[in-house]
Structures are given as C-alpha cells and as structure tokens.
C-alpha cells in the first residue's frame, strides 16, 4: 500500500495520504507517518486540512461583472446584466470571466462547483484549465410557448456538443434558468430530455417577491414585462415550487437555487422528492430578498450546500464566508445552526446537491483527494480555542494556503498552479473598459 502513496499533508490536527487522484488514509499524524513510512510528507503546523469545499451556485462567466450592478432593482439587474452579456462580451471575454472566477475559487479552497451559464462551453474550459470539478449546467431560456420546439432543439444540440468536452471532473447538466424566464411547457419538455438523459437539473426557484406575484396571482414586474412583449401568461396560482412539482421537473431532483419563499409544505415537497438546496444567504440579502429557511433544511434532512451565486450579486466566491453568514444569520432569526453544521454544508451538503458525495466532500479512504488547507495562523484566528468555530466564525477563504483536487495541487505558494494570472488580469481590465 506504502508504496503507491504520493504524498502525506499533515497538521496539528491530523493527517491526510494521498495517492495519485484518491484519499487512502486518514488519521493522526503518527497513525498516518506511521503506516506509510516511505511518503513525503509535507507538515502544515497550524492548519486545518478540510475536504475541498464545495459552491453549489455560481455563475463563474460573470465574474467580470462584480461591482458592475451595484444598487439595481432585481429586474434592472437583470436586464442590464442580460444585455452587457449578449452585447458587449465576445466568447473569450466570457471564457477569461469564467476562468478568472474558477482561479477566485481555487484560491479559497474551493475544488467543485455548481456552474449555470449561457455560455456553458466557455465556463467548461475555465474549471477544466484551472483544474476544477464541477458540473456546468447549460442555461436555457424561454417565456414564449410558441417557441418551446426551437428553444428546446437548440438546448439539445448544445448538450450534445458540450458532452464532447466532458471529463472525469468536469460534467454537463442543464439549467432551465427560473419561472419567469422559462414557460411551463418548455419546463416540462426539459424535465423529460434531463431524466432520458441522466442530466443533472439547477434552476433558480422561489427567490424574489416579484417571482412569487408572477406565479401566484399572475402579476407583479415579470407579469407586466411579458404583456408588453404580447407573452401570454397563466398563474398556475401555486408556490413556485407546487408549480415546479406540477409540471414535472421536481421528477429530475433538481438543485433548487435560493429557496427563499418556501413554506412547510413545499419544504416537505423538497424533501420528499429528493430535490436538493443551493442556499446563497449573501446574495439572497444583497439582492434584497430575504431570507431561506436553512435551519429547516437541515432539519428536514434535504441535501443543502452553500452556493455564492455570481460575483455581480455577492461580491465574492467564498464558501467559508457564505458559512459565516449563514450561521449568522440563522441565529439572527434564532435558530440555533452550529459551526459543524455549516462546514458540513459547506462540504459533503455541497457534495450531495450535486451527486457527488460518493466522490468528494469527505475526507475518507477511496474517496477523490479534494482538500483545502486553511492556515488558522492569522492574527483574526489566535487564540483557537475550538478549530471547528475559528473555520466558520473567525477565517475566510483568504486564510486558504493550498488546494487540492484528484490529488493534483491547484492553489500553491499563493499562486494558482499553471494559470498566467497576470494576463488574465489584464484581459479582465480590459473586458472592464468595454462594460
Ligand atoms: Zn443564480
């Protein structure tokens, strides 16, 4: 067995072998020097070795938009959001976006993530040159019934092409993008292709005031904007998520992006379907619309990861961050989370929303070697009393030192490991002027 280990990382607390792409052993530093004596072993003192953590939500392709929509009413975010990609960004502006978001990632210990894009074959070559997992969920868009055939033949030809560039890391899965941008019947066409398929589904769901008035009481801003471009719209008169149980995409078990407007019966609907939570507590509140039940969610036993969103609503990509906040904010509305909770939702919860957790998201023997390791040497983080509560209440993915993903060191000595930053730094100013 010793001799096909690569590699020991070891800290304070424990210790962590790896060879080639698996985890296959852990335990106390002696246990583990101890039973593969001829490893390298590399000692990180003070410093906590996590399973790598996961974002369940991102939208890596905007993050040159971070700062770019800052005070915008949810709907004139979105337009101008829309319009600056469709116009101003060429496809590698989207690709550099996404590649610098994949690097943002990797920096803060992030090794998976949950990517809805438009351009999803750009987001695909991102996680794939900064060495990511993730599954990449090609949006889909559509209000109009009478284009349901065209929009969804249009998805299907780009599934097809973009599963010619999947990895063992890197996977395809698709995205119908939220009910007020994707009519019923194309809901209904996509839950069909995602289950015939096996395609992973992520959808935006109960996330704004204005979603719920659209699908409830068939009025409110997304209403009037589809009068006025002659869309017909019939309110189902249900809660979005009754709504996405009726016309059949609850089948795929979907990741459900915000799930802010839930009450006890559409929780247990989510759970007893199997559908999963992406919970964006830092998005949810920039965005000004409100706050997820996530203390019910772990309480109902649903799979539930923290996710940041884009970088245009958050303004960052930082699980360890989006923990804190949660926790927070949970306790703000007393209910008591703790700091296990959240790393555990911030890892093997994360894993789960994406079908993962046979793979990642657990620091167990055979599973991948996705590991972050978080320096608890920082003025903000002496004394630990209590590493759990200094991870959550007191760090951030800035204390990151080193990232691994199947076993290949992607984050190192502060630099992200076979990625020219500097010119992606500079094409991000760039792609800035043009904004
Ligand atoms: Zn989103």
Redesign the pocket.
Known sequence: MSSEVSKIYSSYYGAVAVSGTRIVGVGSHTEIVNRFPKCDVEDFGEALILPGLVNT?T?LELTAMRGYLEDEDFFAWLRKLTLARLEKMTPDDMRVSATWGACEAVRAGITCVGD?SDSAMMSMLALKDVGLRGVVFQESFGPDPRLVQQNCATLEAKIAELRGVETELVRVGVSPHAPYTVCGPQLELIARFARDEQLPVMM?AAESRDEELFVREGCGTFAEKLAARGIEWTAPQLSTIQYLKHVGLLETQPLL?HCIRVDDADIETIRDTGAKVAHCPKSNAKLGHGRAPFAKFLEAGIAVGFGS??VASNNTCDILEEARFAVLLSRAGDCLVTASDALRTATLGGARCLDLQSQTGVLSEGAQADLAVLSLTGPHQIPNHDPAATAIFASSGRDVIATVVAGREVFREGRVVGVDEERLRARMQEIKEKL
Do not use: Q, T
């Open positions: 939500h939208h809805a935006h992006a969103d884009s």
